[in-house]
């Protein structure tokens, strides 16, 4: 099943080139928000399932195209997301040690809504594409063992970074944090659609042109052992999110006036757009290319407020 909002936060089961109303029929699950339903419906999923796939099948699709779809998530408690997590298309010796950091649930935009780039000085601003875990029930302590048992579904999510800014060393709160910086959608998947999760092919275009293309069988630290990991830190929730991080060589810059799509084999496309106000310039190299001219840093911005002076 494909989970939505659309419109005024109305909630819809995706199907085919449509969108079924079913607000109607969640509308006595408790909540005062789109987040707080969409958490509770997660919570009991099993004894509202039947009433959803009743509703699909008794209801007229709305067309997609005459929709606005928003985050399917739209404040979720907790985003957790793991930190260099692919081998790098066999480029890394080993897995990096498991590391993770959280980005603020205010960061998250929508399908057709814009990543606004901050007057910050950032070296480059970048996105990755990753495939996020859905949590489904309560977990603490979730041995890797189970852990599968606890994923409800899966979402496509853009990890936004500003990156470089000072000081020098843990930094990820100010780069990762950023309003905006968090685009998912445009719907949750239920775990049933989507077989194994490890074997995905992942792509995301900048104005058309593929920057990443990989697959999720490159996943250094796989997902049952990301959450035993996360939740032996801290527990998890009903309609939290765990990104499982990306491959780094097609990472590129992300500029004003950049259509930004990621799709994932069984999870849709998700369309965003890219604001600068101050018109900050890079080449369009990927740091595959960088590595292949021999330097192992993000391309240099050239033009803009903050870019590096001459001489």
């Known amino acids: 099943m494909k989970l939505a909002f659309f419109d005024d936060y109305r909630l819809g089961v995706v199907k085919g080139d449509g969108i079924v109303d079913v607000a ?12 707080n339903l969409i958490s509770g419906l ?16 008794a209801g007229t699709p709305i067309p997609l195209a005459s929709v606005h779809l928003r985050a399917p998530l739209p404040k979720p408690g907790n985003i957790a997301c793991m930190a260099v997590n ?7 010796a080993a897995p990096a040690p498991l590391n993770a950091f959280h980005k603020a ?19 480059i601003f970048e996105g990755e594409a990753e495939i996020a875990v859905v ?14 048992g606890y994923v409800f579904g899966y ?14 060393g843990n930094v990820f709160f100010q780069m990762k944090s950023r309003d905006t910086f968090c685009p998912i959608g445009p719907f949750i998947v239920t775990s049933d659609e989507i077989p194994d ?69 069984g999870l849709g496309r998700l369309t965003i757009r890219v604001r600068d ?15 292949n001219q021999g330097f192992d840093t993000p391309t240099p911005q050239i033009s803009g407020k903050h870019a590096p002076k001459a001489g």
């Open 24 to 35: 109607a029929v969640v509308r006595d699950i408790p909540h005062t928000t789109p987040g």
């Open 42 to 57: 997660i919570e009991h999923f099993v004894a509202w399932r039947g009433k959803l796939d009743a509703a699909v099948s």
């Open 86 to 92: 692919y081998m790098e298309d066999g480029t890394r």
């Open 105 to 123: 649930p205010s960061s998250i935009i929508g399908p057709g809504e814009t990543m606004v780039l901050p007057d910050v000085p950032a070296t």
């Open 135 to 148: 949590i489904g029930k309560r977990a603490t302590k979730v041995s890797a063992a189970d852990a599968m």
């Open 155 to 168: 979402v496509n999510f853009i990890d936004g970074s500003a990156r470089g800014l000072p000081p020098p």
């Open 197 to 265: 999760p490890h074997k995905l092919a992942v792509k995301l275009w900048v104005n058309g042109e593929v920057k990443q293309d990989f697959n999720s069988d490159d996943m250094a630290h796989k997902i049952p052992r990301c959450i035993e990991w996360v939740t032996a830190i801290h527990t998890l929730e009903p309609g939290d999110i765990l990104a499982t991080g990306t491959n780094h060589r097609g990472l590129s810059a992300f500029m004003d006036g950049d259509t930004v799509e990621l799709e994932t084999e």
């Open 277 to 291: 106000d101050l018109k900050r310039a890079w080449s369009r190299e990927t740091r595959l290319d960088r590595q």
